[in-house]
């Protein structure tokens, strides 16, 4: 008994039914295969206008039934003109096959030098861009001078806006980098040649560091950490801040050496959580008792606004005496005055000025000095 069995349509995913007896098991349903049969349509051979049995898919569809093609005819076929489109009847056998038709394969352009049309083939490799009297009146402007390194002459055109100096071999020459040594290559005509290659300077690219005294972030730039190698000095501790305290504290620390008849010494500390301050404790040497705290205040108002150092009692909170910035110089504010950290007593009376002065004959450096006023 014959028997019928379900298939799936290999284009819809449908099902359809087929008969185990059938010689060929379709693999579409109708309705797919209708669709299928209808993409198929005749088109007439473009040599002898049979007709050819093409697909509607089919991104290449033939236009040249088989025995045409096997002809001598077949030989022949037609393509688009490059310029304007139109049809190009032409053989496979040429050697040479165009793609302009002969109207199209010349065109007119304005010489480069005179601006007058020339006229131009469409399939030159490098068409010229002038006539060839303007390029031989534009090659006459071409002259010789002297390589300002090497003395042999280069050739120069006078239309040109910057005139070189020296041959292209002549415009580098090679340094000594200050970093690593290595060499450094340097054009003749810069007016600031570098010193150091790119990648040896990125290894001094501008760093955040801690100051010790405030425990602030500040930034050490470049020019700074390589002053530093080349003299063999230590990098910075203390912010720009509190390396201008710096003159301040240690006058106000001098002037309390006049006070006490004993040896001090002093410890900076940071006090507060949200808002910490920088606090210098002074205390005996000896002892390690507290004798005086120094802190850091800004004073002053609009324009007249400058920091001052101010000694507190600690017992009693009372300040002992401040000091603030001076000038020593021409009238103490004439061209490029000194300078000075002057403390005073509480009723204003100046007490010390502290300045830095400089000692050594072999290995001088400055220091700062304390006297009385």
């Not at 093609?69 to 096959?97: L, M, P, T």
């Not at 305290?245 to 006090?271: N, S, V």
Request: hydrophobic share 30%; charged share 30%; glycine share 4%.
């Amino acid at each position: 008994m014959s028997s019928w069995s379900a298939r799936t349509c290999s284009n819809c995913y449908s099902e359809f039914f087929v008969h185990e007896d059938w010689d060929r098991i379709p693999d579409l349903c109708k309705s797919c295969r209708e669709e299928q049969a209808a993409k198929w349509y005749e088109v007439p051979c473009r040599m002898c206008r049979t007709a050819i049995r093409v697909n509607q898919d089919w991104d290449h569809p033939p236009t040249i039934c088989p025995s045409c093609k096997a002809s001598e005819d077949a030989k022949w076929y037609e393509k688009s003109c490059r310029q304007c489109g139109g049809s190009i009847r032409v053989n496979r056998d040429w050697d040479n096959i165009p793609d302009y038709h002969k109207e199209c394969l010349h065109y007119s352009v304005s010489c480069a030098i005179c601006r007058l049309p020339m006229e131009i083939r469409r399939d030159w490799e490098n068409p010229p861009k002038a006539h060839k009297e303007c390029r031989d009146r534009e090659a006459a402007k071409w002259f010789e001078r002297d390589c300002k390194h090497c003395g042999k002459a280069m050739k120069l055109n006078r239309d040109w806006n910057n005139l070189p100096e020296y041959h292209k071999e002549c415009e580098v020459y090679f340094v000594q980098c200050e970093i690593c040594n290595r060499d450094l290559k340097v054009h003749r005509g810069w007016s600031n040649p570098p010193r150091s290659h790119k990648e040896c300077l990125a290894q001094f690219k501008p760093k955040d560091v801690y100051c010790i005294d405030c425990n602030k972030l500040f930034t050490i730039k470049t020019g700074t950490q390589l002053k530093c190698r080349q003299q063999g000095w230590d990098l910075p501790r203390r912010c720009q801040e509190c390396r201008d305290d710096r003159l301040l504290i240690t006058g106000a620390i001098e002037a309390l050496r006049d006070t006490y008849p004993f040896a001090l010494r002093a410890e900076i500390t940071q006090r507060g959580f949200f808002f910490p301050e920088k606090v210098v404790v002074v205390k005996g040497k000896k002892s390690g008792e507290v004798v005086a705290e120094v802190k850091m205040d800004v004073k002053g108002f609009l324009i007249d606004v400058h920091r001052v150092a101010e000694v507190f009692d600690p017992a009693t909170g009372n300040r002992i005496s401040y000091t603030r910035e001076g000038r020593e110089g021409l009238l103490e504010s004439g061209f490029n005055p000194r300078r000075t950290a002057d403390t005073y007593a509480n009723d204003g009376t100046k007490t010390h000025r502290t300045k830095m002065e400089r000692e050594g004959i072999i290995n001088p450096h400055f220091v700062p000095k304390t006297r009385k006023q």
